[in-house]
């Protein structure tokens, strides 16, 4: 069997290794544990399927599934918060599924992070493949483990929460333990709160991001962005949960007594994987980590949420500021301000290796000030909007063609690709406020304004949203 550009198929044809060559920049040592260290990203997570009764394995059963539906029998509020969380739909993600189709992107390695767990891959693969001539040979053999139900549930519960115990056996790791539950626990609040920085901040042993081949760098930097806040001092990397999983008094369990424990919600830039999950993005808790003030002419910015930069994670997104001039709805004159990073992607033929060009974000705390190039006379409009996908690279994912592990992965997806603007939303509008200059009134528009208008984006034909979303 043949493994296209490194992905862990998702069929188990065959008993023979299969091979695939994935380009590296530099590599040093034999094998990809000499090259890499045992990084916790670069393998599949050993959670086990199942997970051990508290009375021991044997005592009324197997054990209990690790599959999130399974959870969802005693645990129903944290699933139903996991669901509708973009934890849930690490998978079934278009700009990740295309992203995927192209040349050369190391599968192995992006599936370790969007399909963590050891039992939602059909092949397994070691550290231990060799370096031959600066590629590494990801050798993958077929996973005894695989189940192909627990593929479309993405990062799911068993990604935090299942381990293996020292018998072999599965055990859930918790925050507490009360001896109440079914199920074998083990409290290790510490491991949770630093998990998440496996996958949001993945670096080399010595700090250096991942290059894996000239044209794909892992970059995802937030722990490292913490401590750089402005004012911010050394902060603690498990602050993550603070923000990011609020505290809230409610049973761990269905039926137990009131806990305080954290919310699965995972709020973030407030960008859903579908245009229906802006319907709950308030009610989860989102709120925009950017203040906005406009006086005078000028436009002021200020990180006042976000202990790590603006926007954070994927170095595509930005946030585009613009402020124009309108008089009875037509624009008189227009300036747009970007903030975010500006990468140079590579080029696999002449073997340039990805690197950043520039990096306008604002960090944690702090405050920019633009002063927009107007000329003329009429009402002031500012707005800003965190943009994931500029609608020129959706317009490149429509022709995505998806193989058959791709199409495995997600089946709906092929279909969905051609119409992407029309199910993957592109942009959330964060801020938006008129001046009108007759009256001098003020009108700013509500985040439940702006998230229903950033929904109501969806029906938008691709032009339209280029001419909402264009930079220059």
Not at 122 to 131: E, G, K, P, V
Not at 136 to 141: A, D, G, N, P
Not at 339 to 357: F, K, N
Not at 382 to 392: C, D, I, M, N, Q
Request: with cysteine; hydrophobic share 40%.
């Amino acid at each position: 069997m043949v493994v296209v550009a490194g992905l862990l198929a998702l069929s188990c044809s065959g008993s023979q290794p299969s091979t695939v060559a994935v380009p590296l920049v530099t590599p040093a040592g034999p094998t990809l544990r000499d090259r890499y260290g045992d990084l916790p990203f670069l393998t599949p997570i050993d959670a086990p399927a199942t997970v051990a009764l508290s009375g021991g394995p044997g005592l009324g059963g197997p054990g209990l599934s690790a599959a999130a539906g399974a959870c969802a029998s005693c645990h129903t509020e944290n699933h139903a918060e996991w669901a509708a969380a973009t934890h849930a739909s690490a998978v079934r993600d278009l700009q990740f599924i295309a992203e995927l189709a192209k040349p050369g992107q190391p599968r192995w390695l992006c599936l370790n992070c969007h399909l963590p767990t050891l039992p939602q891959r059909a092949q397994a693969f070691t550290l231990d493949s060799r370096l031959i001539g600066g590629v590494s040979q990801v050798e993958s053999t077929p996973n005894p483990e695989f189940d192909p139900a627990r593929v479309a549930e993405g990062i799911g519960c068993a990604t935090c929460h299942v381990r293996r115990d020292a018998d072999g056996e599965g055990i859930v790791i918790g925050p507490r333990g009360t001896g109440r539950a079914p199920h074998r626990v083990r409290a290790d609040p510490e491991a949770l709160a630093g998990i998440c920085v496996n996958c949001h901040s993945p670096t080399a042993a010595d700090g250096s991001p991942i290059a894996i081949s000239p044209e794909l760098v892992c970059w995802f930097e937030t722990a490292q962005e913490i401590p750089d806040a402005a004012g911010s001092g050394s902060a603690d990397v498990a602050s993550c949960v603070a923000c990011h999983m609020p505290v809230v008094a409610r049973p761990a369990a269905d039926g137990a007594p009131d806990v305080e424990l954290r919310r699965h919600v995972w709020m973030g830039g407030g960008i859903p994987k579908y245009y229906d999950g802006y319907l709950t993005l308030r009610s989860r808790g989102w709120e925009s980590g950017l203040d906005v003030r406009v006086r005078d002419g000028q436009v002021t910015l200020t990180n006042v949420r976000a202990g790590h930069s603006l926007p954070t994670a994927d170095p595509e997104r930005f946030l585009r500021v613009e402020a124009r001039l309108e008089v009875n709805g037509a624009v008189v004159s227009r300036d747009v301000l970007r903030i975010g990073q500006i990468w140079d992607w590579g080029d696999a033929v002449s073997g340039r290796a990805a690197h950043r060009l520039a990096d306008t974000r604002l960090r944690g705390g702090e405050t920019r000030v633009w002063t927009p190039a107007l000329s003329g006379a009429g009402d002031l409009v500012v707005e800003v909007a965190h943009v994931r996908l500029t609608p020129e690279h959706a317009a490149s994912m429509k022709a995505a063609v998806l193989d058959a592990e791709l199409i495995a992965l997600w089946p709906e997806a092929q279909t969905l690709l051609p119409a992407i603007d029309e199910h993957y939303p592109l942009a959330t509008w964060i801020f938006r406020e008129r001046h009108e200059r007759a009256t001098g009134s003020v009108r700013t528009w509500t985040q439940s304004e702006l998230l229903e208008e950033s929904r109501r984006f969806g029906a938008l034909p691709l032009g339209a949203k280029r001419l909402s979303l264009e930079v220059e």
